[in-house]
């Protein structure tokens, strides 16, 4: 059995790290690429609506994200690139997601076809897209 959940709702649960992840990504819920700080705002709307009947939405952390890739999973983005996350989500997602990790201008992109992190401009507008999530990470 799966360590993640379809909880039905457009969510999924992961039962090992306790966090809860939005099945589609940005792009897939908004038919639009986006920066940083859309990515938070966006995070905000979904967490204002009620999305998913989750409370408290955001942009993950590097440590979240890393959290879901695994070499293990085979799945195609929007490309038909390999992309390595649970076969629970949304396939034909975005390659990446946004973290909340800042410094100036950057921010950190998290690849989920190599599983690496990169600086990438914060106010770039893509194809970037953010994976929500939820919950504090058990550790």
């Known amino acids: ?35 940083l700080e859309t990515a938070k705002q966006f995070a905000e709307e979904q967490t204002a609506t009620g999305f998913g009947g989750v409370s408290d939405w955001r942009v993950p952390q590097l440590e979240d994200v890393k959290t879901i890739f695994d070499k293990s999973f085979s799945q195609r983005d929007f490309g ?4 390595h996350i649970p076969p629970e989500f949304e396939s034909k997602g975005a390659d990446c ?27 770039g507008e893509g194809p970037f897209a953010v994976r929500l999530v939820s919950g504090t990470r058990k550790e």
């Open 1 to 35: 059995m799966s360590r993640f959940i379809d909880n039905g709702n457009e969510t999924i649960t992961d039962t090992e790290s306790g966090l809860t992840w939005a099945k589609k990504d940005s792009r897939q819920m908004t038919g639009k690429w986006m920066h």
């Open 80 to 83: 038909n690139n390999e992309i």
């Open 97 to 123: 997601t946004w973290t909340d990790t800042v410094n100036g201008d950057r921010a950190m992109l998290f690849s989920l076809v190599k599983g690496r992190s990169s600086w990438i401009n914060r106010l």
